[in-house]
C-alpha cells in the first residue's frame, strides 16, 4: 500500500533526510516506513464501555503495555454478547496492528454503534 504525505516543508524534509543518515539509512523513505512501522506498533491503552440489549453493562481496558495489562467487567449480558466481549477482550490483550479497530468493530456488531463508546482510560 502506498501512503503519499504532500506539502512537507523543505527544512522538515531536509531535517529527516540527515536523520535517516545518522540512524544508518541511505534512504529517507526506507527509514519513514521504518518508523511509521514501529509508530504502528506501540501499544495504546484505550477502554470501550458497552452496553447490552437487555440492561447489561460492561467494560474492557487496556491499561498497561503488559498482556495481562488488560481487564474486562460485564453483567446481564447474553451468551451471544458475553462471547463478544470475550472475542474483543483477546484482541486488545494482544495489541496487534488493527486489533483495536477489529475490537471495537465485533463490539459494534454485536451490540450497536450507538452502544459501544471508546472511553478514557
Known sequence: MDILIRDVPEDVAQA??????????????????????????????YAFRVYGQSGGKGAIRRHSDHPNGTST?????????ASAMEQAENLIRRNGVGDKEKAYNLLVEQFGTDQVFEVPV
Open 16 to 45: 529527516l533526510t540527515e536523520k535517516a543518515l545518522r540512524d544508518g539509512t541511505m534512504d529517507r523513505q526506507a527509514w519513514l516506513r521504518k518508523k511509521l512501522t514501529e509508530l504502528a506498533r506501540v501499544p495504546e491503552r
Open 73 to 81: 467487567t460485564f453483567s446481564n449480558f447474553s451468551q451471544p454478547e
